[in-house]
Nanobody, 119 residues
Framework: QVRMVESGGGWVQAGGSLRLSCVVS????????MGWYRQAPGKQRELVARITYGGSTNYADSVKGRFTISRDNAKNTVYLEMNSLKLEDTAVYYC?????????????WGQGTQVTVSS
């Protein structure tokens, strides 16, 4: 079973930066598209950014121009570089595969990594 382990979160002041990492225990190559998701308290989990095997990227409007997703297929790792962080970026961040049809309700998730942005 493929497992994801996210890391790199922490506390940062508004305007600061963080770099998240997600190591996939199985072969990341089995997933054409990987995504970073986040879930803020009281809100549904949302897609932040996604990247195809070949490196094509797509971002949510709320993070466009501030976040950069990348992947190293040889290291089975996906990254999320976050700059100019805002209070509203506070959430638990997860990585997982991305599917056009969406992820099934029983999809397995990692523990996530907490990002807290303060003023």
């Amino acid at each position: 079973q493929v497992r994801m382990v996210e890391s790199g979160g922490g506390w940062v002041q508004a305007g600061g930066s963080l770099r998240l990492s997600c190591v996939v225990s199985g072969s990341i190559n089995s997933y054409n598209t990987m995504g970073w998701y986040r879930q803020a308290p009281g809100k549904q989990r949302e897609l932040v950014a996604r990247i195809t095997y070949g490196g094509s990227t797509n971002y949510a409007d709320s993070v466009k121009g501030r976040f950069t997703i990348s992947r190293d297929n040889a290291k089975n790792t996906v990254y999320l570089e976050m700059n100019s962080l805002k209070l509203e970026d506070t959430a638990v961040y997860y990585c997982n595969k991305w599917l056009l049809a969406g992820l099934a309700p029983g999809t397995s998730w990692g523990q996530g990594t907490q990002v807290t942005v303060s003023s």
